[in-house]
């Protein structure tokens, strides 16, 4: 098995205490579970990475309908969120998440199957996969929603998804965030937004050049989606939105303990 296709000792180590334990039956009826949820979880990081129907997982995995229906009931319980939570507020004990600078931006991916959440844009069907990440790139925070409306609508979603304990203190966007009632509404959080204004603008300006600099780091949260090319996140097979977003926190997760 390619090391790419499995949890090493120590990835599982700081997973393990985070995913509920698997079911025991005590009376007589159906079977007890017989492979560990570590085999299982190596099964899903195989979609995941690969992008693969279940029903094509290889033999050296748990059965498909085993890797799926006890990825579902992780899903159901929200287990991948908080992985994706521990993971990063661990991480900003130990003053590895540095809040003082963060960026964000969305990225289209295109949903297949009739998908639910999904909108209909100038490039297809598709779900928009929304991300805040900090001063290093690191993610923060994704809200995935359709991609028909505007990004600016889901800013405050996806700062109600930040899995840190502290609050971004600036927030650095592209021209699409350019918006004074965004601008109002963030700092009324205690944020300052930062992006550059829109070539049509006809309200005075509100940045200058000096905060203007951080925008010259967005490049950071570009470097995350590419690190981000797991197969299951680029197209979305999964009817089932619930589904989708624990694919891309289990990819967020990976990033997380590299």
């Given at each position: ?8 000792d ?14 025991v ?14 085999a ?5 990081l195989w979609?995941l990475?690969?992008?693969?129907a279940?029903?094509?997982?290889p033999?050296?995995f ?19 969120r ?54 290093s ?6 809200h995935?929603a ?11 979603a ?10 971004p ?23 300052e ?31 995350l ?14 009817r089932?939105?619930?589904r ?5 926190h ?9």
């Amino acid at each position: 098995m390619s090391r790419y296709e499995r949890l090493t000792d120590e990835q599982w180590a700081i997973l393990s205490p985070l995913i509920p334990p698997s079911r025991v039956r005590t009376d007589r009826r159906g079977r007890p579970e017989v492979h560990d949820d570590r085999a299982v979880m190596n099964g899903v990081l195989w979609v995941l990475r690969t992008g693969a129907a279940w029903a094509d997982l290889p033999d050296r995995f748990p059965s498909p309908s085993t890797c799926f229906l006890r990825f579902s009931r992780w899903v159901k319980a929200g287990v991948l969120r908080k992985i994706l939570e521990a993971l990063a507020r661990d991480l900003e004990a130990r003053g590895g998440i540095d809040l003082t600078e963060c960026f964000l931006d969305g990225t289209f991916t295109v949903a297949k199957k009739g998908a639910s959440k999904f909108g209909k844009t100038k490039r297809g069907k598709g779900t928009k996969l929304m991300v805040i990440a900090d001063a290093s790139g690191l993610p923060l925070a994704v809200h995935t929603a359709s991609a028909s409306p505007h990004e600016v609508t889901h800013v405050e979603a996806k700062l109600a998804e930040t899995v840190t304990v502290g609050r971004p203190q600036r927030i650095v966007g592209d021209r699409a965030y350019d918006s004074d009632p965004l601008d109002q509404q963030l700092a009324a959080h205690g944020i300052e937004l930062i992006a550059p204004h829109r070539k049509n603008r006809v309200r005075p300006a509100t940045q200058d050049g000096r905060a203007l600099r951080r925008y010259r780091r967005r490049w950071k949260i570009e470097r995350l989606f590419a690190w981000m090319k797991y197969k299951r996140t680029l197209t979305r097979w999964d009817r089932c939105h619930e589904r989708f977003t624990a694919f891309v926190h289990l990819a967020f997760s990976m990033i997380l303990m590299r």
